[in-house]
T-cell receptor, first 117, second 116 residues
C-alpha cells in the first residue's frame, strides 16, 4: 500500500490567493515526521516545513502552514498569498522510525502547482 | 544552514563507460546518506542507504553491482554507475541528515545523467 498519497497531480491558483495541497499518509509507527519539499524545474529539493507526530500545534513557516489532522492521517500544505515563484512540483514525505538519522524519507507522487498571474 | 554538495550537476557519457557522482555534507557529519533516482515528472525513488564505514543497503530491484556506493567518510558518499546504458539516464540526487529526528533531509542539487 502507498505510504504517502498525493491525489492532485496538478493544481492551479491565481497569484495572491491561497492554495491547499493534499497529502495523506499511512503508518503504524507512533513516531514519525512529515515533510514538504518544493522542487522547481531546476531540480533541487527545497525543504519547506516539518510536522512531528507528537507535535500539538500545526507547523508554520512564513507563508507555509501544515494542516495536520492526525486521526485522519492527513498533512495538507497551505500556501498563502501565492507568488509566481511558487510554481513548482511539491512533494509530501514521511520519515518513520525517528530514533536515528538512518530512517529514510518516503515520498508521495507530487503535485505540480502553477501560479497564474 | 546545512548544505549538501553534489557533483557533477550534469554528465553525458557513452554507453559502456562508468560515471562517479559525489555527495558531500559541507557543514555537518552524516553517518547516513541516501541516494535517490528520479525520472521526468515522477517522484523520487530511494535506491540505497549509504552507511559510513559499512556496506550500503540497497532497495529491492536496485542492482548493487551496477550502482556502486562507497561511504568512505562522514562527509562523503559516492555513487558509481558502472557500464552505463541509455536506460540509466536519469536524475540522481543524494541526501543527508543530521542525527536529530526532526531534521529534514538536505539534498544535493542532483546530477542529470545522459548515456548516449
Amino acid at each position: 500500500a502507498q505510504k504517502i498519497t498525493q491525489t492532485q497531480p496538478g493544481m492551479f491558483v491565481q497569484e495572491k490567493e491561497a492554495v491547499t495541497l493534499d497529502c495523506t499518509y499511512d503508518t503504524s509507527d507512533p513516531s514519525y515526521g512529515l515533510f514538504w519539499y518544493k522542487q522547481p524545474s531546476s531540480g533541487e529539493m527545497i525543504f519547506l516545513i516539518y510536522q512531528g507526530s507528537y507535535d500539538q500545534q500545526n507547523a508554520t513557516e512564513g507563508r507555509y502552514s501544515l494542516n495536520f489532522q492526525k486521526a485522519r492521517k492527513s498533512a495538507n500544505l497551505v500556501i498563502s498569498a501565492s507568488q509566481l515563484g511558487d510554481s513548482a512540483m511539491y512533494f509530501c514525505a514521511m520519515r518513520e522510525g525517528l530514533e536515528t538519522s538512518g530512517s529514510r524519507l518516503t515520498f508521495g507522487e507530487g503535485t505540480q502547482l502553477t501560479v497564474n498571474p | 544552514g546545512a548544505v549538501v554538495s553534489q557533483h557533477p550537476s550534469r554528465v553525458i557519457c557513452k554507453s559502456g563507460t562508468s560515471v562517479k557522482i559525489e555527495c558531500r555534507s559541507l557543514d555537518f557529519q552524516a553517518t547516513t546518506m541516501f541516494w535517490y533516482r528520479q525520472f521526468p515528472k515522477q517522484s523520487l525513488m530511494l535506491m540505497a542507504t549509504s552507511n559510513e564505514g559499512s556496506k550500503a543497503t540497497y532497495e529491492q530491484g536496485v542492482e548493487k553491482d551496477k550502482f556502486l556506493i562507497n561511504h568512505a567518510s562522514l562527509t562523503l558518499s559516492t555513487l558509481t554507475v558502472t557500464s552505463a546504458h541509455p536506460e540509466d539516464s536519469s536524475f540522481y540526487i543524494c541526501s543527508a541528515s543530521r542525527w536529530k529526528y526532526n531534521s529534514p533531509l538536505h539534498f544535493g542539487n542532483g546530477t542529470r545523467l545522459t548515456v548516449t
